[in-house]
């Protein structure tokens, strides 16, 4: 087998593959249904139009017996009138027009013949469609409830195409769902030991902890003013002279911040006056 050949075979196969997938039984079964009542409307065309030839050649026999009858008339009248010749030309058209005739009634009766066929064609055609009718009502039946049975199942099992679509679907949703979870904890556990810089920020992490020094000093300084203020000495922690100087430092800083902010206010009385 050539190329060619192999090719055409191939797509042949593939094209009847997808024609049998795409073919519904219900449409065919109602296509073939159609086309045996298409034949029987032919057959009894075919019987209308002979039976209207049949007609069309009794109706010329008739006349032609019509014909028959008025040359015997004429025959006798010339006879009597001792015209053999008129005579003898009225019979020769009787024998003509009895000529006539008969080729009519053998074609009447062949005609008869072919129509009785026709109708007996006709009749069991008639039959073969009632038939394939009831046939095909039940064969569509079966095939609806079979088709509902295999959906049924395939959805039950999983391996239908839309439920193959559906389980792949969550599947994808079930990885993707991983991975972001998994990147997320990634995030997190980066973020918490500082195995990178903030993309907002130029510090590292030199500057971080020198900022984080500054804020427990800060801290430690805001608390030696409250202590004081609260008349706690530092002196319950053990150190009489360095707790002292401290805290003179820490009454100092207050005193300037004091200072600082009522002056600040009495600008702004003055600024406001002077409007």
């Known amino acids: 087998m050539g190329i060619l050949s192999r090719a055409s075979y191939v797509i042949r196969s593939k094209f009847n593959a997808i024609l049998n997938r795409a073919e519904d039984p219900s449409e065919s079964l109602d296509y ?19 039976t209207t030839q049949k007609k069309r050649l009794e109706i010329q026999k008739r006349r032609l017996e019509e014909n028959v009858e008025k040359h015997n008339e004429q025959a006798r009248e010339a006879v009597q009138q001792d015209r053999d010749d008129l005579a003898r030309k ?32 006709k009749d069991e055609l008639q039959s073969r469609i009632e038939g394939f009718r009831t046939k095909k009502e039940t064969m569509k039946a079966r095939y609806e409830a079979a088709e509902a ?5 395939e959805a039950m099992s999983g391996v239908g195409d839309e439920m193959g679509d559906v389980a792949r679907s969550i599947e994808r ?4 769902t991983e991975e972001m979870e998994a ?38 300084a805001e608390l030696e003013t409250l202590r004081a203020e609260l008349g706690k000495d530092s002196a319950d922690d053990g150190g009489d002279g360095d707790a002292a ?8 800083l207050v005193d300037e911040e004091v200072e600082a902010e009522l002056e600040e206010l009495q600008q702004e009385e003055d600024a406001d006056a002077s409007k």
């Open 90 to 121: 009225a019979l020769e058209k009787k024998k003509s027009k009895m000529n006539q005739i008969e080729d009519l009634e053998t074609q009447i009766a062949e005609l008869q013949n072919t129509q009785d066929q026709l109708v007996d064609k």
């Open 245 to 252: 100087d401290a805290a003179t430092e820490s009454d100092d």
């Open 149 to 153: 049975s295999t959906r049924v199942s």
């Open 173 to 176: 949703a079930e990885e993707r």
């Open 183 to 220: 990147r997320s904890q990634a995030m997190d556990e980066l973020q918490d030991t500082g195995a990178f810089d903030d993309a907002l920020s130029d510090e590292d992490e030199i500057d971080r902890e020198l900022s984080s020094g500054r804020t427990d000093r800060e801290v430690d």
């Open 32 to 50: 073939s249904y159609e086309q045996m009542r298409d034949q029987l409307q032919d057959v009894k065309q075919g019987i209308a139009d002979l």
